[in-house]
T-cell receptor, first 114, second 114 residues
C-alpha cells in the first residue's frame, strides 16, 4: 500500500506570489490534515478535510486555504506569500472521521520564500 | 488553547542506555500518538494509544496513555545509533472546537553516542 504522497518536495517562491501544494492520502483514507512546521513554532495545525468538507481550521490567516477532491486528494494554497511562510508543510492521512484514529504523514513540501 | 509540554527538550545518551520522555497536557485527550522525525522528512508514527491506562509496545519502544488522559510517556530500551532523531508526542482532543485536530509537543532531540 502506497504511503502519503506530497508534491512537490521542494519549492522556492518570491514574496507576493502564490503557491499550491498537493497531497495524495493513503488509498482508502478519507481524512486529510495539513500542518506547518517551523523551527520556532514547531508543528502547527492548518486545517482538516473529510469527504471534501473542511471540518476544522487552525489559527492561520485567510491567505492559507485548502480543498479536498472526491478522490480524497487535497491541495493547500497560500496566496501573497511572506518570508515567514517559509516552512515544511506536512500532510497527514487518516482512515475516517477524525476521532480516535492514527495519522500518517507524508515527507512534506519544503517551501522557501525569498 | 491547548498546550502540550514535552520533556526533556534534548537527550545525549550512550548506546545501550534506556531513554524516557513524556508529555503533559492542559486538556483531556482521547488519543495519544508518538512520532519520530528524521531531518527533512515527515514524522513517522511509532505508537498509537487510545485508552486511559493503555500500555503498548513496538519492539524496543513502549508508550503509555496516562490515567488522567492528560499525559503520556515513551520509553526506548537499549538505544542504538539509528534511534537518533526528534521524537514528538501528539494528542487528539476529546471534544469541543479542537475535535480531530492533532496538537504536538515541542519535540525531544535524541542523540546516541556509539
Amino acid at each position: 500500500k502506497a504511503g502519503v504522497t506530497q508534491t512537490p518536495r521542494y519549492l522556492i517562491k518570491t514574496r507576493g506570489q502564490q503557491v499550491t501544494l498537493s497531497c495524495s492520502p493513503i488509498s482508502g483514507h478519507r481524512s486529510v490534515s495539513w500542518y506547518q512546521q517551523t523551527p520556532g513554532q514547531g508543528l502547527q495545525f492548518l486545517f482538516e478535510y473529510f469527504s471534501e468538507t473542511q471540518r476544522n481550521k487552525g489559527n492561520f490567516p485567510g491567505r492559507f486555504s485548502g480543498r479536498q477532491f472526491s478522490n480524497s486528494r487535497s491541495e493547500m494554497n497560500v496566496s501573497t506569500l511572506e518570508l515567514g511562510d517559509s516552512a515544511l508543510y506536512l500532510c497527514a492521512s487518516s482512515p475516517g472521521p477524525t476521532g480516535i484514529t492514527e495519522a500518517f504523514f507524508g515527507q512534506g513540501t519544503r517551501l522557501t520564500v525569498v | 488553547g491547548q498546550q502540550l509540554n514535552q520533556s526533556p527538550q534534548s537527550m545525549f545518551i550512550q548506546e545501550g542506555e534506556d531513554v524516557s520522555m513524556n508529555c503533559t497536557s492542559s486538556s483531556i485527550f482521547n488519543t495519544w500518538l508518538w512520532y519520530k522525525q528524521d531531518p527533512g522528512e515527515g514524522p513517522v508514527l511509532l505508537i498509537a494509544l487510545y485508552k486511559a491506562g493503555e500500555l503498548t509496545s513496538n519492539g524496543r519502544l513502549t508508550a503509555q496513555f496516562g490515567i488522567t488522559r492528560k499525559d503520556s510517556f515513551l520509553n526506548i530500551s537499549a538505544s542504538i545509533p539509528s534511534d537518533v532523531g526528534i521524537y514528538f508526542c501528539a494528542g487528539r482532543a476529546a471534544g469541543g472546537t479542537s475535535y480531530g485536530k492533532l496538537t504536538f509537543g515541542q519535540g525531544t532531540i535524541l542523540t546516541v553516542h556509539p
